[in-house]
C-alpha cells in the first residue's frame, strides 16, 4: 500500500516538475529538447530520495523502479493508439507539435513560428488563436513526451500516468477507511469514470481537468479534517499548479472550491478562536501557489493574454472573442435556460450530433440500440455522462436523503455537494459533460455514503454495478475501435513511410506531425482529393500517380 502511494506521489511531483522546469527554461530562452524528460526525471529522483531519506534503499529504489515502468508502458500504449478525435487532431496536435519543434510561447506567438518553416505546412495557422492563448500545460507536458520519443502519439501517456495518479492516492487513504474492496471501487470509479476512459486515448484535456480537480477536492477535504496535514498541502499544491494551468474553466473550478473551503476553513477556526494564526497560514501558502501558478507557470497564458488583449481568458468571455458553444448545440437549446439545458442533456437519450433539433427524453435506466455508437464518442453531448446517468443521478439523490441522519455530522459531504450545485446553477454551458466534471460528485459522494453508512444488501452492489457498466460501454467502445482504427494507421503510414505524396489535410492540420514521424514526404493542397487516410480525417494521392 506503501509503495503504491509513494508511486502515485513520485509520478505526481514529476509531471509537476516537468511543466515547471519547462517554464522556466523557456523564460531562459530555452525550448523543449530530448533530454527534458530523463534530465527532470532524474532531478525528481533526487528530490525524493532527499525527501524520503529516512527510508530504506530498497524502498527508494522500488519506488523508482516501479514509476519509471508506469511511465514506459505508458508511452508504449500511447505510442500505438492513434488519437481519433478532431480536437486532438487539430490544434491539440498543432500546438504538441510546435513546442516539440522549438517554439518558445513566452517570446513569440505560434503563427509567426510556424511561417518560417520552408514547406507548405508554413501556411497551416488557423489554429495560432486557441495555440497562443489558451491554457498549455497538458502540451507542455506532452510536447516532452513527443520529444524524447519523435512519435506525437507518445504525448498521451500523461492520461494513463494521471489515471494512475490520482488512483492510487485516492485508494492507498480510502483504504484507512474502508476495506481494500470498497477503497478499490471507489478510487476506480473516480480515476475511471465515463469522461475519463472516453479521452485516455485522445488528446482532449477534459479528462484531466476532471482527474486533477478530484485530487483537488479530494485533498481540500482531508485538510478540513486536519489542516496540518503537510502531505496534502504537498499534493494540493503540485495539483493546483498543473490543474490551473490545463484549461481555463480548470482553474475556475479549482479556484471556486479552494476559495469556498477557505472560508470554510476559516470559519472553523474563528469558533475555535484560531483565526488569525490560520490565517496567516493559509496565507503563507495559498499567495506564493498563486504567483507560482497563476502568475510564473501561466504567464505565456495568463499574463500573456492579460497583457496583449486585458482579458486572461481571451479569446473567450470577450466581447469580440471567439463563440464556440453556440454551434456545436442543438438548436433547440437556444432557447432555453442554464437549467432546462442540464434537464434535458442529463435525461434525454444519447445523442452526438450537433445539428439535431430536438433532445428526445427517455425512462432512466432504460437505453436504445441507436445510443450504443453515440455512447462510445471521445465528446457526446446529450446523456454525456453515459446512458444509465439520470438513473443512477435520482439513486445517487435517494441515497443522500435516506441516509441523511447517519453522514451529517460529515458537513463536508453537503458542502461540497452545495458548491457542485452553485457552479451547475452558475455556468452556463453545464449541460456539456466534459465541461462539468463536478456534477459526477453526485455519483461518487452517494457511493461513499453508502459504504460507510448502508448495508450490504444486493440492491446495493446492484447500484455500483450499474455505475461500472455505465462507464464500461464507452472504455470498451473507444478502446476497441481506437485499437483496431490504430492497427490499420500503422500499416497505411508504414506503408507510406519514405514515399512523397499530395496531402489534403482538411482541417486536420495535427496529422502532419504523424506524417513527419514516419517520414513520409509530403505536399499540401486543399483541393485534391484522393485516397482516405487516418480514419477519414486525411485523403492524398502519391507522387508518382
Not at 254 to 279: D, G, N, T, W
Not at 396 to 407: P, Q, R, V
Not at 417 to 434: D, F, Y
Not at 444 to 453: A, D, E, G, N, T
Amino acid at each position: 500500500m506503501k509503495r503504491l502511494r509513494e508511486t502515485g506521489i513520485f509520478l505526481l511531483l514529476w509531471l509537476s516538475i516537468l511543466l515547471i522546469g519547462s517554464v522556466l527554461l523557456f523564460f531562459c530562452g530555452v525550448t523543449i529538447s530530448k533530454f527534458h524528460l530523463p534530465i527532470f526525471f532524474f532531478l525528481t529522483g533526487i528530490i525524493y530520495i532527499f525527501y524520503k531519506r529516512k527510508d530504506s534503499k530498497k524502498e527508494k529504489a522500488f519506488v523508482l523502479l516501479l514509476s519509471l515502468g508506469i511511465i514506459i508502458v505508458s508511452i508504449l500504449i500511447s505510442t500505438f493508439m492513434f488519437d481519433r478525435s478532431s480536437d486532438g487532431n487539430t490544434y491539440h496536435k498543432d500546438a504538441i507539435g510546435v513546442l516539440k519543434e522549438g517554439w518558445n510561447p513566452i517570446y513569440g506567438s505560434s503563427e509567426d513560428f510556424i511561417q518560417t518553416r520552408e514547406d507548405d505546412s508554413k501556411d497551416l495557422t488557423e489554429y495560432s488563436i486557441w495555440i497562443d492563448h489558451y491554457a498549455k500545460a497538458n502540451w507542455i507536458i506532452a510536447a516532452n513526451f513527443y520529444a524524447f520519443t519523435d512519435h506525437i502519439e507518445s504525448g498521451k501517456a500523461m492520461n494513463l500516468i494521471s489515471i494512475y495518479i490520482v488512483f492510487s492516492l485516492i485508494f492507498t487513504e480510502l483504504a484507512t477507511l474502508f476495506s481494500r474492496k470498497k477503497a478499490c471501487i471507489l478510487a476506480l470509479i473516480t480515476a475511471m469514470n465515463p469522461i475519463t476512459v472516453s479521452q485516455m486515448f485522445t488528446y482532449y484535456n477534459d479528462q484531466l481537468v476532471c482527474l486533477f480537480l478530484f485530487l483537488a477536492i479530494f485533498c481540500l477535504i482531508k485538510l478540513d479534517q486536519n489542516l496540518k496535514d503537510k502531505e496534502s498541502w504537498g499534493i494540493y499544491s503540485l495539483t493546483f499548479i498543473i490543474l490551473a494551468n490545463m484549461k481555463f474553466n480548470g482553474l475556475g473550478y479549482l479556484l471556486v472550491f479552494s476559495f469556498l473551503f477557505v472560508c470554510r476553513y476559516l470559519y472553523k477556526a474563528y469558533r475555535q478562536k484560531e483565526f488569525l494564526s490560520v490565517f496567516k497560514k493559509l496565507c503563507c501558502i495559498f499567495i506564493p501557489l498563486l504567483v507560482v501558478g497563476i502568475v510564473i507557470i501561466g504567464y505565456p497564458t495568463y499574463i500573456k493574454n492579460t497583457i496583449d488583449h486585458q482579458n486572461p481568458f481571451f479569446p473567450l468571455y470577450d466581447e469580440n472573442g471567439e463563440d464556440i458553444i453556440t454551434q456545436q448545440q442543438p438548436k433547440k437549446f437556444l432557447e432555453m435556460n442554464n437549467i432546462e439545458k442540464l434537464f434535458y442533456a442529463t435525461f434525454s437519450k444519447a445523442n452526438n450530433l450537433r445539428e439535431h433539433d430536438q433532445t428526445e427524453l427517455k425512462i432512466p435506466f432504460t437505453f436504445y440500440k441507436e445510443e450504443i455508437t453515440p455512447a462510445m464518442s471521445n465528446d457526446l453531448r446529450i446523456s454525456g455522462w453515459g446512458i444509465f446517468f439520470s438513473g443512477l443521478l435520482i439513486i445517487s439523490m435517494i441515497i443522500l436523503i435516506k441516509y441523511y441522519k447517519a453522514y451529517k455530522k460529515e458537513s463536508w459531504i453537503l458542502y461540497t455537494l452545495g458548491i457542485t450545485v452553485l457552479l451547475l446553477l452558475v455556468m452556463s454551458e453545464s449541460w456539456w459533460a466534459r465541461y462539468t466534471p463536478h456534477f459526477y460528485l453526485f455519483i461518487l459522494l452517494s457511493v461513499y455514503i453508502l459504504f460507510k453508512y448502508g448495508k450490504h444488501t444486493i440492491i446495493n452492489w446492484i447500484y455500483i454495478g450499474i455505475i461500472g457498466i455505465n462507464t464500461l460501454l464507452p472504455l470498451a467502445g473507444n478502446s476497441y475501435y481506437t485499437f483496431t482504427n490504430s492497427i490499420q494507421i500503422h500499416k497505411n503510414l508504414k506503408d507510406l513511410s519514405k514515399k512523397e505524396i499530395i496531402v489534403n489535410t482538411k482541417g486536420m492540420n495535427g496529422i502532419i506531425y504523424n506524417l513527419k514521424d514516419y517520414n513520409i514526404k509530403y505536399q499540401i493542397d486543399k483541393t485534391i482529393t484522393g485516397t482516405e487516410l487516418y480514419y477519414h480525417y486525411v485523403e492524398y494521392q502519391e507522387q508518382d500517380q
